[in-house]
């Protein structure tokens, strides 16, 4: 099992309401049309993610993304793909759908931005709020 941790924050115009992605960005604003952002400021994109990750992840393994609000927490699985290149340095996305392109960190998602717990949603509506977010890679 490998892990990586990223750190970010709320923002007031997190929406959580994308259908079928969810993303995290290292950029420190978010405009009201970012519905898919569920963080912003984040200490990694997707280049920067370690090397034991993306073999694991363009190897094609089970993804768990764990996403961390104090006390309140939400799962969703995904899968890697061959096709992943890591080479985005701002941002990443969990797509529910097999599109891939140099954002994409997973795909085949059981969630998306609008399946995430609203009581979740709602503690990162706060731009103090820190959300830890764990890629846990491999045997699920």
Same mark, same amino acid.
């Given at each position: 099992?490998?892990?990586?941790?990223?750190?970010?924050?709320?923002?007031?115009?997190?929406?959580?309401?994308?259908?079928?992605?969810?993303?995290?960005?290292?950029?420190?604003?978010?405009?009201?049309?970012?519905?898919?952002?569920?963080?912003?400021?984040?200490?990694?994109?997707?280049?920067?993610?370690?090397?034991?990750?993306?073999?694991?992840?363009?190897?094609?393994?089970?993804?768990?993304?764990?996403?961390?609000?104090?006390? +309140?927490?939400?799962?969703?699985?995904?899968?890697?793909?061959?096709?992943?290149?890591?080479?985005?340095?701002?941002?990443?996305?969990?797509?529910?759908?097999?599109?891939?392109?140099?954002?994409?960190?997973? +795909?085949?998602?059981?969630?998306?931005?609008?399946?995430?717990?609203?009581?979740?949603?709602?503690?990162?509506?706060?731009?103090?709020?820190?959300?830890?977010?764990?890629?846990?890679?491999?045997?699920?």
């Amino acid at each position: 099992m490998i892990k990586e941790t990223i750190i970010c924050y709320g923002h007031k115009n997190v929406k959580a309401t994308h259908r079928s992605t969810l993303e995290i960005t290292k950029e420190d604003y978010l405009t009201p049309r970012g519905d898919c952002i569920i963080c912003i400021k984040a200490n990694k994109g997707l280049k920067e993610l370690s090397d034991e990750i993306k073999e694991a992840l363009k190897s094609g393994k089970k993804v768990k993304i764990r996403i961390t609000a104090d006390d +309140i927490v939400d799962e969703l699985e995904a899968v890697g793909d061959e096709r992943l290149t890591f080479e985005n340095e701002i941002s990443m996305v969990i797509r529910k759908s097999e599109y891939v392109d140099g954002r994409t960190l997973a +795909i085949r998602a059981n969630k998306a931005a609008r399946d995430i717990k609203r009581e979740l949603v709602e503690k990162l509506k706060n731009p103090e709020q820190m959300v830890v977010v764990e890629i846990i890679a491999g045997e699920l």
